[in-house]
């Protein structure tokens, strides 16, 4: 396709988070964390978004890991159905790696090395065109010779300057090789690309940052000559001889298109004024300390971001561009509209002249431990346009996005993406604003519909106003008096009003016990409601979130219950929920129904969880009991994963809780542990001593096998104490 300027419009490309790093003797692998990662099916799906060129990694590392014979049989599969997608493939020999076994960066023979497996790669795959030997050699010997992350684990300059040498002498040796057997090979160099503000005082150290930041390029292009600002850097500080930097001068191969790498962290700020920031920020370079931040928690208003950046690099060396990776670990609207961000921003850039190609949505099935730069195994893991968590390949709707913009639609339609992203929202900046007498200009909120959230007095109602402000979600918070969801000519009003895009029902009858003999209100709010709200949901196509209750169980499984079991409540609250269930989804079967179980919050003092350390801190006794077993959740987190959920477009039923089984006994020992305060006084009790009126099931843990999940129970109690803390006096347990 292309624009009326006779150009080829922008292109959706795409890439799944490929690292295999070794820190120590310990290697990391991405493809390794996702059994089965680029699979037919998974292909077919990642075609389906109209991908038309996929990154695509045949890494040295997994191929050759003892650098002996090569095991071709994953590519081998892989990339034979990429070619029949009639998908382009851009082929990567190592991603942010040291090499197998026998060699490293610092290793002379490096270059040499991945030279003699890029012509094995070139003879098996003849018909591949494009390449990236190493991607990001700059980034990559920054982590490894300058920063310690990676091996060999360096803090100086003339081990960075060894790194970032050997991987570009690899680089051009590797596409000689290439290019014996494909003559018309091109290369497509990738790495990030950021820029560093910085106070006044610390400018000279900026400017020397964004040289710092062309190097790789500079060096594939043969700038590197005596007349390069960062000559006498590399020939004293790094200890480069003349005829190193020499040799790329007469060796040039520049890449036949520069791929940019642009991130959240990409633009950095520093600042002298080390108060101002904790101080696992603090650093410096030997003249200053001074503190190093993402500019984006800084800068106010802030930075252009990513059009000027592509603007300079066309500017600078003329060659085509595409940004190589884009993707952020964030809420799933900031997700959508930081793809968005970056799509426009080509656009713009184009516009000015810059021959932009293409925009990558990068680790399109998700990423694990970029949190800690892959430093530990530490199993967090960062959906993408898919989620694989569970298995299966659940799209979100980062995904429809994506097919909205591989299609040329102009607007892309989420009413998620009416409100800022959170690096333009005033709650980014990190203390005092950096630059004195700016006032911060978060960009104006494009009108949209809202979401409806009923039960406005409820703590969950309460909880997702509170999260949908924190989020940019434009939302309308509606207590009984307005909203009474039993009664359906209210409900058409509401709906004729604000025209919403989605209704959150946290609305509801709750006391338990109390429903015993209040049979027919329990019903009316927590059965019929419902049901009125997804038969006007369903006409007016708006999408539906209600919730129900682990006490739809009667407790005989003995084992978490999963969406597939069988409702059989003890009580008349569980039977008003397993109906409400069973009523709204078959009126609305696109309505999302969330089982969730014993609340526990930051945000409000009626659970289990804060009564227990309330009376524990006190020297109160507290009862609890010890046979009956529940799965606790945190509140905030429900109200998170819900929001992406709804934004998703999921449907069906659910379970979502902080995952663990335990007693209500347990649960108030271990918040108390967390919490440091004294659990001596906590007595364990049968449930039946507890004389409650409704009868509870013994067990109604939760258990989710859908691709959805939240962090573990003692993750969630850590943040909720860690809040709290304060609550929480005395009697406290001893230290040490």
Same mark, same amino acid.
């Given at each position: 396709?292309?624009?009326?300027?006779?150009?080829?419009?922008?292109?959706?490309?795409?890439?799944?988070?490929?690292?295999?790093?070794?820190?120590?003797?310990?290697?990391?692998?991405?493809?390794?964390?996702?059994?089965?990662?680029?699979?037919?099916?998974?292909?077919?799906?990642?075609?389906?978004?109209?991908?038309?060129?996929?990154?695509? &990694?045949?890494?040295?590392?997994?191929?050759?890991?003892?650098?002996?014979?090569?095991?071709?049989?994953?590519?081998?599969?892989?990339?034979?159905?990429?070619?029949?997608?009639?998908?382009?493939?851009?082929?990567?020999?190592?991603?942010?790696?040291?090499?197998?076994?026998?060699?490293?960066?610092?290793?002379?023979?490096?270059?040499?090395?991945?030279?003699?497996?890029?012509?094995?790669?070139?003879?098996?795959?003849?018909?591949?065109?494009?390449?990236?030997?190493?991607?990001?050699?700059?980034?990559?010997?920054?982590?490894?010779?300058?920063?310690?992350?990676?091996? &060999?684990?360096?803090?100086?300059?003339?081990?960075?300057?060894?790194?970032?040498?050997?991987?570009?002498?690899?680089?051009?040796?590797?596409?000689?090789?290439?290019?014996?057997?494909?003559?018309?090979?091109?290369?497509?160099?990738?790495?990030?690309?950021?820029?560093?503000?910085?106070?006044?005082?610390?400018?000279?150290?900026?400017?020397?940052?964004?040289?710092?930041?062309?190097?790789?390029?500079?060096?594939?292009?043969?700038?590197?000559?005596?007349?390069?600002?960062?000559?006498?850097?590399?020939?004293?500080?790094?200890?480069?001889?003349?005829?190193?930097?020499?040799?790329?001068?007469?060796?040039?191969?520049?890449?036949?298109?520069?791929?940019?790498?642009?991130?959240?962290?990409?633009?950095?700020?520093?600042?002298?004024?080390?108060?101002?920031?904790? &101080?696992?920020?603090?650093?410096?370079?030997?003249?200053?300390?001074?503190?190093?931040?993402?500019?984006?928690?800084?800068?106010?208003?802030?930075?252009?971001?990513?059009?000027?950046?592509?603007?300079?690099?066309?500017?600078?060396?003329?060659?085509?561009?595409?940004?190589?990776?884009?993707?952020?670990? !964030?809420?799933?609207?900031?997700?959508?509209?930081?793809? !968005?961000?970056?799509?426009?921003?080509?656009?713009?850039?184009?516009?000015?002249?810059?021959?932009?190609?293409?925009?990558?949505?990068?680790?399109?099935?998700?990423?694990?431990?970029?949190?800690?730069?892959?430093?530990?195994?530490?199993?967090?893991?960062?959906?993408?346009?898919?989620?694989?968590?569970?298995?299966?390949?659940?799209?979100?709707?980062?995904?429809?996005?994506?097919?909205?913009?591989?299609?040329?639609?102009?607007?892309?339609?989420?009413?998620?993406?009416?409100?800022?992203?959170?690096?333009?929202?005033?709650?980014?900046?990190?203390?005092?604003?950096?630059?004195?007498?700016?006032?911060?200009?978060?960009?104006?909120?494009?009108?949209?519909?809202?979401?409806?959230?009923?039960?406005?007095?409820?703590?969950?109602?309460?909880?997702?106003?509170?999260?949908?402000?924190?989020?940019?979600?434009?939302?309308?918070?509606?207590?009984?008096?307005?909203?009474?969801?039993?009664?359906?000519?209210?409900?058409?009003?509401?709906?004729?009003?604000?025209?919403?895009?989605?209704?959150?029902?946290?609305?509801?009858?709750?006391?338990?016990?109390?429903?015993?003999?209040?049979?027919?209100?329990?019903?009316?709010?927590?059965?019929?409601?419902?049901?009125?709200?997804?038969?006007?949901?369903?006409?007016?196509?708006?999408?539906?979130?209600?919730?129900?209750?682990?006490?739809?169980?009667?407790?005989?499984?003995?084992?978490?219950?999963?969406?597939?079991?069988?409702?059989?409540?003890?009580?008349?609250?569980?039977?008003?929920?397993?109906?409400?269930?069973?009523?709204?989804?078959?009126?609305?079967?696109?309505?999302?129904? /969330?089982?969730?179980?014993?609340?526990?919050?930051?945000?409000?003092?009626?659970?289990?969880?804060?009564?227990?350390?309330?009376?524990?801190?006190?020297?109160?006794?507290?009862?609890?009991?010890?046979? /009956?077993?529940?799965?606790?959740?945190?509140?905030?987190?429900?109200?998170?994963?819900?929001?992406?959920?709804?934004?998703?477009?999921?449907?069906?039923?659910?379970?979502?809780?902080?995952?663990?089984?335990?007693?209500?006994?347990?649960?108030?020992?271990?918040?108390?542990?967390? !919490?440091?305060?004294?659990?001596?006084?906590?007595?364990?009790?049968?449930?039946?001593?507890?004389?409650?009126? !409704?009868?509870?099931?013994?067990?109604?843990?939760?258990?989710?096998?859908?691709?959805?999940?939240?962090?573990?129970?003692?993750?969630?109690?850590?943040?909720?104490?860690?809040?709290?803390?304060?609550?929480?006096?005395? &009697?406290?347990?001893?230290?040490?």
């Amino acid at each position: 396709m292309r624009s009326p300027t006779g150009r080829p419009e922008l292109e959706l490309w795409g890439g799944v988070e490929c690292t295999v790093n070794r820190v120590g003797d310990r290697w990391f692998s991405q493809l390794d964390r996702m059994p089965g990662l680029l699979c037919r099916e998974h292909l077919h799906r990642l075609a389906d978004l109209g991908i038309t060129t996929l990154r695509f &990694p045949v890494l040295w590392e997994r191929v050759m890991p003892d650098g002996e014979t090569p095991d071709w049989s994953w590519s081998d599969e892989r990339l034979e159905i990429v070619r029949e997608l009639g998908i382009t493939p851009i082929v990567g020999l190592v991603h942010h790696g040291s090499g197998p076994r026998h060699t490293s960066l610092v290793d002379p023979a490096f270059p040499d090395k991945l030279a003699a497996y890029a012509a094995q790669v070139a003879a098996r795959y003849p018909w591949v065109r494009h390449y990236t030997p190493i991607n990001e050699p700059l980034t990559t010997a920054r982590f490894s010779g300058l920063y310690g992350f990676w091996y &060999p684990h360096a803090r100086d300059e003339p081990t960075f300057r060894t790194a970032l040498l050997n991987q570009c002498r690899a680089t051009v040796l590797a596409m000689r090789a290439i290019e014996q057997v494909v003559p018309d090979a091109q290369l497509v160099q990738t790495d990030d690309l950021g820029k560093t503000w910085s106070t006044p005082l610390l400018a000279y150290q900026a400017t020397f940052n964004n040289h710092l930041r062309w190097l790789a390029w500079d060096l594939l292009c043969g700038r590197v000559d005596p007349a390069h600002p960062l000559w006498w850097w590399l020939t004293v500080r790094c200890r480069a001889s003349e005829d190193e930097l020499h040799w790329h001068t007469e060796h040039r191969r520049p890449p036949d298109l520069i791929g940019i790498n642009y991130y959240i962290t990409s633009e950095r700020f520093i600042d002298e004024r080390l108060e101002r920031y904790p &101080p696992h920020l603090h650093g410096g370079n030997g003249r200053h300390r001074y503190a190093d931040i993402e500019a984006v928690r800084v800068l106010d208003p802030p930075s252009p971001g990513l059009q000027p950046l592509l603007e300079e690099t066309w500017a600078r060396y003329g060659i085509p561009l595409a940004v190589t990776e884009a993707h952020i670990d !964030a809420t799933r609207e900031d997700q959508m509209r930081w793809v !968005a961000e970056i799509w426009q921003a080509a656009q713009r850039a184009r516009a000015t002249g810059a021959d932009v190609r293409a925009v990558t949505a990068w680790g399109l099935l998700g990423v694990y431990d970029w949190n800690c730069l892959v430093t530990q195994d530490c199993g967090y893991y960062e959906s993408g346009a898919f989620d694989m968590r569970g298995g299966t390949l659940r799209p979100t709707a980062v995904a429809a996005l994506l097919r909205q913009l591989a299609r040329g639609e102009p607007e892309p339609a989420h009413p998620a993406l009416a409100g800022n992203g959170w690096w333009r929202r005033p709650g980014r900046l990190l203390g005092t604003s950096a630059r004195e007498g700016r006032t911060e200009q978060s960009a104006v909120r494009r009108p949209g519909p809202p979401i409806l959230i009923t039960g406005g007095r409820g703590t969950l109602g309460q909880a997702f106003a509170r999260v949908c402000a924190e989020r940019d979600l434009h939302c309308v918070l509606l207590e009984r008096s307005e909203l009474d969801i039993a009664d359906p000519e209210a409900i058409e009003r509401v709906l004729d009003r604000y025209q919403p895009w989605a209704i959150i029902n946290a609305a509801g009858y709750v006391r338990v016990d109390d429903a015993e003999r209040d049979e027919e209100r329990c019903f009316r709010e927590n059965t019929f409601g419902p049901e009125r709200l997804a038969v006007a949901c369903a006409r007016h196509r708006c999408r539906l979130l209600t919730f129900s209750s682990d006490l739809v169980f009667d407790g005989r499984k003995r084992a978490p219950y999963v969406e597939s079991d069988s409702p059989a409540p003890l009580n008349v609250y569980g039977r008003s929920k397993a109906d409400a269930e069973r009523r709204v989804l078959d009126r609305y079967p696109e309505a999302l129904v /969330v089982r969730t179980s014993a609340f526990f919050g930051p945000w409000d003092v009626h659970n289990f969880v804060h009564k227990a350390l309330q009376a524990l801190s006190s020297g109160a006794l507290l009862e609890a009991a010890s046979d /009956v077993t529940v799965s606790p959740t945190y509140v905030p987190d429900l109200v998170n994963v819900c929001l992406n959920l709804l934004i998703d477009g999921e449907g069906g039923l659910c379970h979502l809780t902080n995952g663990e089984p335990v007693t209500w006994a347990e649960l108030a020992r271990r918040a108390a542990r967390r !919490a440091r305060v004294d659990a001596s006084r906590l007595v364990q009790r049968p449930g039946r001593a507890l004389r409650m009126p !409704a009868r509870r099931p013994p067990y109604s843990a939760l258990a989710n096998t859908r691709t959805y999940s939240m962090p573990p129970l003692d993750d969630a109690l850590g943040r909720y104490t860690q809040l709290t803390a304060a609550q929480w006096t005395l &009697p406290r347990e001893a230290s040490g």
